[in-house]
């Protein structure tokens, strides 16, 4: 029996492990065909709801009744060893985690530093970047691509953006992988690093601004709402760092993969590089590197998907699995098909409603540059390893590969 065909349940519940995060798009296809919600269990036994449809997806994330104020589920959670209002041991009082109006609130002073001209000006630093990288690889060989070139790209420009010391880059990368990795034994020791470092910086910029995003943050006023608080300018950088570089990482790793395994559109889009733009949208859709969405809990008692929710409940939403059932233009082809010359490819893949992802053009540039380059610079790439062998993250709501060997050689 095919994973396919395997029965998706195990005691009446999706169970959304370790194995099921590295055969994901197949799990998710099954249940797909059963329906758009379904009764599942997370980590440490936390029990709850997953999406997989695109519409409901939608409406989940919209929802009013569907909050990211975890107090009704407050008993479930301690349950499983998580205590609400310890923003140390988490990513902080930021704006993923929070309801309007704080939300409002946060995204609007954290947009003020983070706006599109600053991002548009780091295109000629992120393509210097990305040949850097290239430059410092042997000419041909064998090497992991996510530590070579996927990961300190989009880990440089974030740390240098914020303006983290080149001394502390090594551990910025390492505890930012870590702390997304929620099964692992590091996941809590290096979100407590990670945090002390921001707090470090944050409390240094004060005293010390420069022209960085931390110093701009730092530096941001609301003649309504006030500065934002000490404890919300950490939350805000760990979140950039966290959520926002991590996902960079492996949206590159699994665009990379995917093209190995479909030479076709591999030759292609090294033909045409004019249609990496559209591309990464397809790359997003097909295997979106933030595969599901964080948490979210019923308020009340409500209805989704013709599934009755009580109060207290924890949703969740497969973004990935919601890109595979999203509407295309014109019809489109089959969505389990790899097509670079996709026309608008749709997806969730940065959210919906006000939590859409502030750094997603940030993303998009980073991706198409980095890959521009790399498709420019190496002539010949290929897998080094079965595709089955490569050993993907275990836990939390990041999909990737941990590293990805490749044989390749640079023009």
Request: proline share 8%; glycine share 8%.
């Amino acid at each position: 029996m095919s994973t396919h065909e395997q029965c998706p349940y195990q005691d009446g519940r999706v169970v959304i492990d370790h194995a099921f995060k590295a055969d994901s798009p197949a799990r998710y296809a099954r249940l797909r065909e059963l329906g758009p919600i379904h009764p599942a269990e997370f980590h440490l036994g936390l029990k709850g709801w997953v999406v997989v449809g695109y519409d409901l997806a939608r409406e989940a994330l919209t929802h009013p009744a569907l909050l990211k104020d975890a107090t009704p589920a407050a008993e479930a959670l301690a349950a499983a060893g998580y205590v609400l209002h310890q923003p140390s041991v988490g990513l902080g009082a930021q704006m993923m985690e929070a309801d309007p109006p704080e939300h409002t609130r946060l995204r609007r002073l954290a947009s003020a530093a983070f706006t599109p001209r600053r991002t548009a000006e780091l295109a000629p630093r992120i393509e210097q970047i990305a040949h850097d990288l290239i430059d410092a690889m042997p000419p041909s060989g064998e090497l992991d691509l996510v530590e070579a070139f996927n990961a300190p790209l989009p880990a440089t420009v974030i740390a240098e953006l914020l303006g983290i010391p080149h001394r502390h880059h090594l551990d910025f990368r390492r505890w930012s992988g870590q702390a997304l990795q929620v099964a692992s034994p590091e996941h809590r020791p290096a979100l407590a690093a990670l945090h002390g470092l921001l707090a470090d910086l944050v409390a240094d910029k004060r005293r010390r601004p420069q022209d960085d995003l931390l110093s701009a943050l730092v530096a941001v006023r609301d003649e309504e709402d006030g500065r934002l608080s000490e404890e919300e300018l950490v939350g805000t950088a760990m979140m950039l760092v966290v959520a926002g570089h991590e996902s960079t990482v492996n949206l590159l790793g699994n665009a990379v993969l995917a093209l190995l395994r479909h030479p076709g559109q591999l030759r292609l889009l090294r033909e045409r590089p004019e249609l990496l733009p559209g591309a990464v949208e397809e790359f997003l859709r097909y295997d979106t590197s933030v595969e599901r969405s964080t948490s979210r809990y019923a308020s009340a008692d409500l209805e989704l998907g013709g599934v009755s929710i009580p109060r207290g409940s924890m949703i969740v939403v497969a973004l990935g699995s919601a890109g595979h059932d999203a509407p295309q233009v014109d019809g489109g082809d089959d969505p389990a098909v790899l097509d670079v010359t996709r026309p608008g490819a749709r997806h969730l893949a940065f959210g919906h409603g006000i939590h859409y992802c502030l750094g997603a053009p940030l993303a998009r540039l980073e991706t198409v540059i980095a890959l521009r380059t790399l498709l420019s610079r190496v002539p010949e790439l290929e897998l080094a390893a079965p595709p089955d062998s490569l050993d993907w993250i275990g836990s939390g709501i990041i999909r990737g590969v941990l590293s990805l060997p490749v044989r390749y050689r640079v023009g």
